[in-house]
């Protein structure tokens, strides 16, 4: 039998680490059958750091996870794209066409936590970081990415917002400010493209195993005192299935939004949680 996502070709952003959601969500779409592009920074932005959070700078780990899709037999090809720079995702969702005749899939994955701290302590640099990867990058992916799609007659376009771009908790600002943006984004675009076959939708990831997840584990580990199993357990004991979720089962459910059984869903922002209760 044919493999679902057969024929198409998918653009990751964000995905240059192992283990985060881009890296996993690629795998995920060529083993139901798509060609995917990975993509990530490919350089040193140390102020992307947050913590003991780093960012996908290294041009060889995105190629090795390209080639260990490629070993598991996917078609799997790495281009370094700072989101955030216009000519850079231009240039390379051409390059993308050029070698593989278009773009069916956009998931826009890369994400930044920079600004999540309280209202008052996010500095100028935190609020416009978190602006120019969180929503900026996605303005930039979409207006490459849509122009291709509407010549194909359609395309899927996911959007990696978060809980918190549903809801809002204190203490989170910048990154929920952002988040919430995303899937404003996304209703917009689901509204203004679905006459030309395009469908946009937002995931809302709660508590993920990424790197991303361990930091903040590690942060309410010592803001409470307690071993990180513990952290992890306070984190997820509010959740409906009482445990964070993995890589994988993000990558299980933007594999269907991408896909022909999601043919009429547009504009949803869809909690990937494990029934996870937030703030307000
Ligand atoms: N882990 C969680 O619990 C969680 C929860 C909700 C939402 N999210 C969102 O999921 C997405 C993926 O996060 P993750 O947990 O896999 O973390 P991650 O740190 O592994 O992934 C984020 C990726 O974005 C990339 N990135 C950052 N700035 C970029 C830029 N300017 N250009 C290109 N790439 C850039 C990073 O290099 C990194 O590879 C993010 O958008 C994040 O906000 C994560």
Redesign the pocket.
């Known amino acids: 039998m044919e493999k679902e996502l057969a024929g198409k070709v998918a653009f990751v ?5 192992a ?6 969500t690629a795998a995920t779409l060529a083993a139901r059958g798509a060609t995917v592009v990975l ?3 490919c350089r040193a ?1 140390p102020e ?1 750091h947050w913590g003991a ?5 290294s041009p060889e780990e995105l190629e090795r996870l390209a080639a260990e899709i490629r070993t598991m037999g996917g078609d799997a090809h790495a281009i370094a ?5 216009r000519a850079q995702v231009e240039a390379a969702m051409a390059n993308c066409v050029d070698r593989f005749g278009g773009i069916d899939i956009l998931f ?6 920079a600004g999540a701290a309280p209202f008052l302590e996010v500095s100028d640099a935190d609020w416009g970081l978190s602006f ?3 929503v900026q ?1 996605m303005i930039n992916t979409c207006r490459a990415a849509i122009p291709v799609m509407l010549t194909r007659r359609g395309g899927a376009i996911i959007n ?6 549903i809801t809002a908790v204190a203490g989170y600002s910048a ?1 929920t400010t952002t ?1 919430h943006a995303v899937v404003g984004l996304t209703k917009t675009i689901a509204a203004e493209f679905g006459g030309g076959g395009i469908r946009c939708n937002a ?11 361990v930091t ?1 584990a590690e942060m309410m580990a010592r803001e409470h005192g307690v071993s990180m199993e513990e952290a992890k357990q306070m984190m997820s004991a509010p959740a409906a299935l009482r445990r ?2 993995t ?1 994988e089962e ?1 990558g299980d459910v933007v594999a269907f939004l991408a896909g022909p059984g999601a043919r009429f869903l547009t504009g949803l922002a869809v909690p990937v949680s494990g029934g996870f209760p937030m703030g307000l």
């Open positions: 952003t964000g995905a240059g680490k283990r985060g959601m881009g890296a996993v993509s990530d920074l932005r992307l959070l780093t960012v996908g700078d794209v700072d989101v955030t720079d826009n994955n890369a994400g930044t936590v120019a990867v969180n990058g990696n917002s978060s809980l918190l771009g990154y988040k995931i809302c990831p709660g508590m993920i195993q990424t790197q991303m997840g903040e964070c979720g890589p993000v």
